[in-house]
């Protein structure tokens, strides 16, 4: 039973956290594009339901990985403990950060429709794509941190 958890654990993962990390990451310079390129913005609409729907089947990661921890009697490991930290702090980072910016621009997006106003929100536009592009980086590396604590495993009595 502990390896069809894991191996569920690690395929949510592989396929729930990619696209969304893939998907945030391509938003910001997309979103500067579309300031020029108008026909942009459905790739923007596209970049950020990807990232909320797969943000959503991305809860599964974390219950396949609590259950996998339990049968194998690690929950109370330091490396699992910071691994669950981290994992918290990047669903922080995505669902209070990330996707509403999205939103925002979005939002930004379809509001530009006076041309006397489109300096002002492009102006903003770039200012919040700088600030969307820092978060995603951080929510990228908090991924990367936890990954590489579940590949090390440090002080872990599996064995591997």
Same mark, same amino acid.
């Given at each position: 039973m502990t390896k069809a958890l894991l191996a569920l654990h690690v395929i949510a993962a592989i396929l729930a956290v990619g696209p969304? /990390? &893939? %998907? @945030? /990451?391509?938003f910001p310079a997309t979103a500067r594009r579309a300031a020029s390129e108008p026909t942009r913005r459905t790739h923007l609409t596209l970049l950020h339901r990807i990232c909320t729907v797969y943000a959503v089947i991305g809860v599964t990661v974390p219950v396949f990985g609590f259950a996998t921890a339990a049968s194998l009697h690690v929950l109370g490991s330091p490396w699992l403990v910071a691994s669950m930290a981290l994992? %918290? #702090? @990047? @669903? *922080? &980072? *995505? %669902? #209070? &950060?990330?996707l509403p910016a999205q939103q925002r621009l979005l939002t930004d997006r379809a509001a530009d %429709?006076?041309?006397d106003t489109a300096v002002t &929100?492009?102006? *903003?536009?770039?200012a919040l794509c700088g600030r969307l592009a820092t978060y995603t980086g951080t929510f990228n590396l908090l991924w990367a941190t936890v990954t590489v604590l579940m590949i090390l495993r440090p002080g872990s009595t599996t064995g591997a």
């Open positions: 969304v /990390s &893939v %998907a @945030a /990451s391509m994992t %918290a #702090a @990047a @669903a *922080l &980072v *995505l %669902a #209070a &950060v990330i %429709a006076d041309p &929100v492009m102006t *903003l536009d770039r």
